[in-house]
C-alpha cells in the first residue's frame, strides 16, 4: 500500500506497509447447546451455551509506515442465556424474559504502538482487551380485549471492559459500542371494523434508548445522549386479507440522532451518520 498525497505531509508514492503477503488462518470450533424443559403446555424455561469468533484483520491504514503488517488474531466470546417463555389468561398474553452473560476475548482495539526500530507512535488494531456484557429483557403481547393488542419490551445492558492492554486507547470506564444501559418499547393497536368487511387498524409505538456510543474511544462529539421516538401507522385490510393498504409516519417528532459515526485520528477527522428525519409511506399490498 502507498499514500496519496492527502495533504498531510506525505509525499504520493510514500510505502506505508511492506509490499508482501500476509495471511491469517484461524481454526475455531463453535459449540451450540440448548436444554429446555416444558413445566405445563403453557410455560417453558430454557437454558444455552454457545461461542463465537470475529475472524482476525490486518491494520490497512498506517501511520508512520511501518516495515511489518500489524494484524489481530480472532476476537472470540462465550455466551450464557437463560430464560422462559410462558402463555397465559387462554393464550391471550404471552411472557417472554431472558437473563444472558457474554464473555468477550482478544477484544480487537486500537492500540498506541512505536513503529519497530522508532520511537514514532502509530495507531493499529490488536488483541489488547477483555471484556463482557450481561443483562435482561422482558417481553409483553396481550390481548386483553377483541381486536385491542397491547406489546411492551424492557432491556438492561451492564456492557463493560474488564482489562486493557498497555496502548490500549481506551480505559476501563469507556462504554462498548452500540450497548445502551436501558430500552424500551411499547405498542398499542386497536382493529375497527368497518363496512364490506373490510378493517381498519390504527396503531401508535414507542421506543426509548438510553446513551449509546457509537466508537470505542467514546469521542465525545459521536456519543448519542437518550432517544425517544413515536411512529403511528393507519392499515385497511379487508376480511380475507388479499388487501393491505398502510399509511405510516415514522420519526412523528423529527427527532436527529447520531446511528453511526467514526474519528479517524489519523486523518484528523470525525464523521457522524445521522437518522432520516421525520417520514411519511403509503404501501398497497395484494396477495395471489
Not at 447520531?258 to 417520514?279: C, K, M, T, Y
Request: charged share 20%; glycine share 6%; no cysteine.
Amino acid at each position: 500500500a502507498v499514500a496519496q498525497d492527502t495533504g498531510l505531509g506525505i509525499p504520493a508514492g510514500v510505502p506505508v506497509l511492506p509490499d508482501r503477503w500476509e495471511t491469517i488462518r484461524a481454526r475455531e470450533t463453535t459449540p451450540n447447546v440448548n436444554l429446555a424443559y416444558k413445566w405445563t403446555p403453557d410455560v417453558m424455561t430454557y437454558a444455552s451455551y454457545s461461542k463465537g469468533f470475529k475472524s482476525g484483520t490486518f491494520t490497512q491504514r498506517v501511520f508512520p509506515p511501518r516495515p511489518d503488517i500489524p494484524s489481530a488474531r480472532p476476537e472470540k466470546v462465550d455466551a450464557y442465556e437463560v430464560g422462559f417463555k410462558s402463555s397465559w389468561a387462554d393464550n391471550h398474553v404471552r411472557l417472554n424474559g431472558a437473563l444472558f452473560w457474554t464473555d468477550y476475548k482478544d477484544m480487537q482495539v486500537n492500540v498506541s504502538e512505536a513503529t519497530p526500530g522508532t520511537t514514532e507512535i502509530g495507531t493499529i488494531t490488536r488483541n489488547a482487551a477483555k471484556a463482557r456484557i450481561r443483562g435482561g429483557e422482558l417481553e409483553l403481547h396481550a390481548v386483553p380485549a377483541d381486536n385491542l393488542v397491547l406489546e411492551g419490551g424492557l432491556g438492561y445492558l451492564d456492557a463493560r471492559y474488564r482489562s486493557l492492554e498497555p496502548g490500549a486507547q481506551l480505559t476501563l470506564n469507556d462504554r462498548l459500542v452500540n450497548t445502551p444501559k436501558w430500552s424500551l418499547n411499547a405498542a398499542i393497536a386497536y382493529s375497527i371494523a368497518v363496512s364490506d368487511g373490510w378493517m381498519v387498524t390504527p396503531r401508535v409505538d414507542y421506543a426509548y434508548t438510553s446513551t449509546i456510543a457509537n466508537d470505542a474511544a467514546n469521542t465525545p462529539l459521536l456519543v448519542q445522549k437518550p432517544v425517544s421516538l413515536l411512529n403511528a401507522a393507519l392499515r385497511l385490510t379487508d376480511t380475507d386479507a388479499l388487501w393491505a393498504v398502510t399509511a405510516m409516519v415514522k420519526n412523528i417528532t423529527n427527532r436527529s440522532y447520531l446511528i453511526a459515526g467514526v474519528n479517524d485520528q489519523n486523518a484528523g477527522v470525525i464523521e457522524g451518520v445521522f437518522s432520516h428525519p421525520r417520514e411519511w409511506s403509503l404501501s398497497v399490498r395484494r396477495k395471489f
